[in-house]
């Protein structure tokens, strides 16, 4: 029996390594000569470099780049079947910041630039920058300067380090110091969300607070965006802040694309390609996946979402194992889901379930392949 463990992290209680362990133990606990195949999954977003890494035998590299507040500090990033994988969260992530520290009035992207070029240094055309965790909100300007962008004031002068409370002093740019060698690389940007840059469902006002914007910060943030766009599309010849994602990550994504030719993608498709899932799974008897929690967006472009449509295109069985099943969690089903399983046996709270995730994650392993134990004796 080959079984595949393709889950993703439960965030805020497990890792999608420590999913893979816990429900590897139970599957060979009664299926003791099983093949197991693990494939930790991320759909760009934290712990995305290390399970695609791990997934596609892959090696990490590590590097020197700038924090948010633009100090040196060292992180990773990954090469997996020949392309960069890049994680936001590695250098210009809320996790490098105490709470004091988070402002997105003075946070920098210029890190995830430094890592950027690095990758074109040692080699890499093929780029995927996962932009999940972000600490900041400058439109991806700090980015694009450590490429070589260049911001200059309506008096000439150029602005040393760019953040968010710079983008309302840009007057115009200077490309002709902008790194060449993004003429000819792929960068694939991972993004599942699609607010566009501005407005009330954008950058600012959908993620700035969770960095440390207060009403205050962010109303200067948003008339800095608005200025911002202005430069952005004037460049691109076109509309490109109001392209779905455009203000994710604080709006990298769509400084990216204008400057950098990058392109939007789906997470979860570009991990399981890049990972070559669909070669993995070839054969497979069964395919046990998870989130934290599964519900109507689970049917829309997340793990659950991704893994599914690959083992319905090669007619495998899917079990989801879930910290809860929400509202909606039945639009999964006509995806290639066969059932879910919950983790908490009983009624309980959000808090217990997250101390006690790894103790319940075994149980409702277990309870998934007794059931099966049950159907193949039967069979």
Do not use: W
Not at 128 to 151: E, F, H, K, P
Not at 339 to 353: F, G, K, R, V, Y
């Amino acid at each position: 029996m080959k079984i595949i463990i393709a889950p993703d992290s439960f965030k805020g209680s497990l890792s999608s390594m420590q999913v893979i362990a816990g429900v590897k133990q139970s599957a060979l606990s009664i299926f003791p000569s099983a093949q197991i195949v693990e494939v930790p999954i991320a759909d760009g977003g934290d712990g995305t470099v290390e399970a695609i890494v791990h997934a596609s035998d892959g090696r990490t590299i590590t590097a020197q780049a700038h924090d948010p507040l633009g100090r040196v500090i060292d992180c990773i990033y990954g090469d997996a079947n020949g392309a960069a994988i890049i994680g936001m969260s590695e250098c210009s992530g809320m996790a490098l910041l105490s709470e004091q520290e988070r402002n997105p009035l003075i946070t920098s992207t210029h890190g995830t630039g430094d890592l950027i070029k690095e990758a074109l240094d040692s080699g890499f055309t093929n780029i995927y920058l996962g932009i999940g965790g972000s600490a900041t909100n400058d439109a991806g300007s700090g980015a694009l300067q450590a490429l070589g962008l260049r911001y200059l004031r309506a008096n000439g002068s150029e602005i040393a380090r760019m953040c968010g409370q710079e983008l309302a002093s840009v007057a115009r740019v200077d490309d002709s110091e902008l790194d060449p060698r993004l003429k000819t690389t792929n960068i694939s940007i991972m993004c599942d969300v699609t607010n566009p840059l501005t407005g009330k469902n954008g950058a600012t006002y959908i993620y700035g607070p969770q960095k440390g914007g207060t009403p205050k910060r962010l109303e200067q943030l948003e008339a800095g965006m608005k200025s911002f766009e202005f430069i952005l599309n004037d460049y691109a010849k076109k509309d490109v802040t109001t392209l779905p994602g455009a203000g994710a990550a604080g709006g990298i994504g769509c400084g990216l694309v204008c400057f950098a030719g990058a392109v939007l993608t789906s997470g979860i498709d570009a991990v399981l390609e890049l990972v070559k899932f669909d070669e993995l799974i070839e054969r497979a008897d069964l395919i046990v996946t998870g989130e934290g929690q599964v519900d109507a967006q689970s049917a829309s472009g997340k793990v659950v979402h991704g893994v599914a449509n690959y083992a319905k295109a090669q007619d495998i069985p899917v079990v989801v194992i879930a910290g809860s099943i929400g509202s909606g969690a039945q639009a999964v089903y006509p995806l290639g889901v066969n059932t879910l399983i919950a983790l908490p046996e009983s009624p309980t709270t959000l808090q217990d379930c997250i101390q006690n995730a790894s103790a319940l994650l075994a149980k409702a392993a277990d309870r998934v392949f007794s059931l099966l134990k049950i159907g193949k004796d039967i069979k």
